[in-house]
């Protein structure tokens, strides 16, 4: 059994429910919300105490992690099911994005990343580390970089959460009708495969098993966001770093239903 004793549930300064969208008084329509990051903005959302409607068809998505809000189950390339959706919750904001390389989960591991098959680093290694898959492989390791592996942005799915919050407020507040703009989110740093699999096997008490394969075709030795622009019109800035990260990726790979 991995030793995980020393994980805990350390929270950042501030939380996402401990801020709300005063600006916002009607509900909103997460696209889905029931899917990895769309549960946590839902979670989000009502903790700010604003109500959450979940869009989701559930082809990838999970009727277990609609926790916040009601579902309504359809497509989102459906125009009169969506119109129908409207006409019933008359939802004052739509959120809909996707990203790469979010990690963590919830806190309380109430929900978290439950994709089939699973791909991201993060859970694949965790699960290699606690004995749940066979041996994690590394894609490359003669890349341009300081240990020859790719290094990549990851940004906590909870800190994912506080910037569409943010972003709502913000978009609710600007002069005008139709303003629109565009934000890099991430951690504004970088971080190697390598460091990701030495940081897991630190944390757990035992080695990710790990072989190194080909790289992959189109993979860049680095990635990583400038995240200047959300820090300065949104007052954003990821709190929970590399460690809380896994650590609550841990928690909630021992915990998930499967």
């Excluded at 329509?29 to 700010?48: D, F, N, P, Q, R």
């Excluded at 604003?50 to 009727?63: N, S, V």
């Excluded at 949104?234 to 499967?258: A, C, F, H, N």
Aim: hydrophobic share 35%.
């Amino acid at each position: 059994m991995a030793n995980t004793r020393g994980l805990r549930a350390g929270r950042p300064e501030e939380s996402v429910g401990e801020r709300s969208l005063s600006l916002v008084s009607g509900p909103v329509l997460v696209t889905g919300g029931a899917g990895y990051i769309g549960s946590h903005v839902c979670k989000a959302l009502a903790e700010a105490g604003t109500q959450p409607i979940c869009l989701d068809t559930l082809e990838k998505g999970h009727d277990w992690a609609v926790r916040w809000g009601s579902l309504e189950q359809g497509d989102v390339g459906d125009g009169r099911f969506v119109e129908k959706v409207f006409v019933r919750h008359r939802p004052q904001v739509v959120i809909s994005l996707r990203y790469f390389n979010a990690t963590g989960a919830d806190s309380a591991a109430e929900i978290g990343e439950a994709h089939d098959p699973e791909t991201p680093l993060l859970p694949l290694a965790v699960d290699a580390a606690l004995g749940l898959r066979g041996s994690l492989v590394v894609h490359g390791s003669d890349y341009r970089t300081e240990d020859g592996s790719c290094v990549r942005d990851y940004v906590h799915v909870t800190d994912l959460a506080d910037a569409h919050l943010r972003a709502v407020h913000w978009l609710m507040s600007q002069k005008g009708r139709g303003r629109h703009d565009v934000f890099n989110l991430g951690s504004g740093t970088g971080h190697s495969v390598k460091q990701v699999v030495d940081s897991i096997g630190r944390l757990v008490g035992r080695p990710v098993p790990h072989v190194y394969g080909a790289r992959r075709p189109g993979d860049s030795p680095r990635l990583v966001g400038c995240i200047d622009k959300a820090q300065r019109e949104l007052g954003w800035s990821p709190l929970r770093g590399l460690e809380t990260q896994i650590e609550d990726t841990v928690r909630w790979r021992m915990s998930m239903r499967r």
